[in-house]
């Protein structure tokens, strides 16, 4: 092989690794979600009955996504709890996704993950750049689940919003629990509670703050007998003539 060709294709090879390197949605990386409700939660609990039926799995997967707004308002914390996972098919996998689950519980109506930047699933997440990620794929940014025992988490996730009208709330979406394979096991809707309200509350030392009222105009005081007043005024600015004269006598 000539050189010249041994050199094509180190720099496509090297050019491949550095896309995957770059790689992000076409709108770009998520942002940053702040101004999120402070105080508003957003739960997602599996229902009793699985979606998928057959293998292993008794019943279904046991377990919920608790997600509350970040401090002072900017992102998600999250609180994620699985059990009564199958013997078989892991790790496991787990999203947000755009739809919320219809009244037949059909797993497959939730349609994609939450993706706001048009990212696509492949290539796989890199969990070191999760802005690079797309926004629902939380096992993908924040781990998977590796094995059948019960299985806690807790994360804070920058890039997914409780913020009504946000393109990254998830509030009126859906979580879905996949096998490795991405087919779906179980899926519930998020059911939200808490303020709305999008600016903290004022902090400090606890002490109350005493304001003034405002003040009244003082009462007026009805003046009687008008004319004897103005004639005592009228003899005081005379008497002072009437006794320079009588000096002069």
Known sequence: MRVSNIISLSAIGASSVLAQDNVTGKLGDAAVITGNPIGK???????EEAFWKGGSLNGNVKGSVVAK??????????EVSFSNLPQEGGPFIYHLHVAP??????????????????????????PARPQSCQQGDLSGKYGKIQSSEPFTAK?????????EGDGAYFGNRSLV??????TRISC???VVSGSNTTVPYPTGTGSIIKTSPAPTASPSVPVTNAGAMFN??????????????????
Not at 41 to 47: E, F, G, K, R, S
Not at 155 to 163: I, R
Not at 177 to 182: M, P, R, S
Request: aromatic letters at 10%.
């Open 101 to 126: 689950v219809p009244e037949d519980g059909n797993c497959t109506s939730t349609l994609a993950h939450l993706d706001q930047y048009i990212r696509g699933e492949d290539p796989a997440c890199d």
């Open 177 to 182: 629990f996949h096998f490795a394979n991405k």
């Open 155 to 163: 994360f804070h996730d920058p890039y997914t919003s409780l913020k």
């Open 188 to 190: 519930a809707n998020f």
């Open 69 to 78: 707004s970040g401090p002072n308002g900017e992102g998600i914390d999250y």
């Open 232 to 249: 005592v005024v009228k003899n005081l600015a005379i008497a002072p003539v009437v006794a320079g004269f009588l000096a002069l006598l």
């Open 41 to 47: 939660t957003a739960v997602a609990t599996l229902p």
